[in-house]
């Protein structure tokens, strides 16, 4: 005897989420076993009922909250509100990423979420990527900057360099966010990299 | 804008989860929206369904599956079978102890799950664990031998010198794990008290 099967069913799924192994799922589920009772529930019913409720706002394909069932996803809160500024576009990987941005409040422009990055290296281009509904949008002629926030990593900085090459052309305005030192880093500690950012992106004071 | 409220939801019920911080609760929901959608909804499944299937064994309190909805819990698999040892319990503190136990290999007998330890600290004595349950069962005659597996922390412990001392007088032997080094570890790096119950507990070989 090991797991009644329930229970190894509900430990197989859960181990299949990212960062939970064997041990922590069966410490989920045990706790599934023991918590509230309406908690366990609400959790399976929110869980349930996720991806009726979320879909993708189709301008910008970041997260929207689906009003309606087998309704088209309405635009999402950002791109519905005109008191944003709507001649900025920030460019994003993927709708965490946009979040991110939101709550740093420094941002109060429209988004554009690419769903990924170009990455030769497993086959993806840019036309796996939401760029052409970007150009559309860069083609209203409304935007005058796009403000390219894909990560700093090689994959984000191929796609960046790419989305200028396109962009420019149509006469707008392409920035990249700042690489340098994270708040409270120490340069002791920090990869070369960074710190060659840091010092090449320098700004007097 | 932050999340979605669907989305909000459901990071705060995950990150209500033992080990799953505010960033884990996101990472997951993100998991969970861009996900194969019949795995998630056959995760929501296994959870909503799960306190309906499992029950506790109404002989040794470990988890058994419930055949039947609104039917008493059956037996589980151990207190079933006959083939195993019918005159030794193993007594632990919580049913994912017995799993841990059973995966040894090591133990043919029976289990008593006590559901926690004694803690005067946290007001719990031995009522409210399942020693009255324990006790009876003894009574019965035919078990000869407790093996008390609960863990070796001060609570633990407590709790089995509690139990040897009202199982002795009903002339069952009570006997306790072997605490020691564990397999693997190094001695350079043990803690002084597992060291010294390694020493204390040394066997001619």
Redesign the interface.
Known sequence: ???????A??IQ??S?????GEK?A????????KGN?D?????????????E??GLCPQCFG???LVAQNGDPPL???CR?LQREQDKICVVE???DL?AV??SQEFKGLYHVLHGTISPLDGIGPDALRIKELLERLRHGSIREVIVATNPTMDGEATALYLSKVIKPLGVVVTRIARGMPMGGDLEYIDVVTLGKALEGRREI
């Open positions: 005897m090991t797991y009644p099967a329930p229970l069913r509900l799924e859960l299949k989420l990212p960062g939970i922590s069966a410490r989920l589920a045990f706790h599934l076993l009772l908690d366990v529930a609400s959790l399976a019913d929110s869980i349930g009922k996720l991806r409720q979320i997260f929207s909250e999402c809160s950002v509100n993927e709708p965490g979040i939101e709550k």
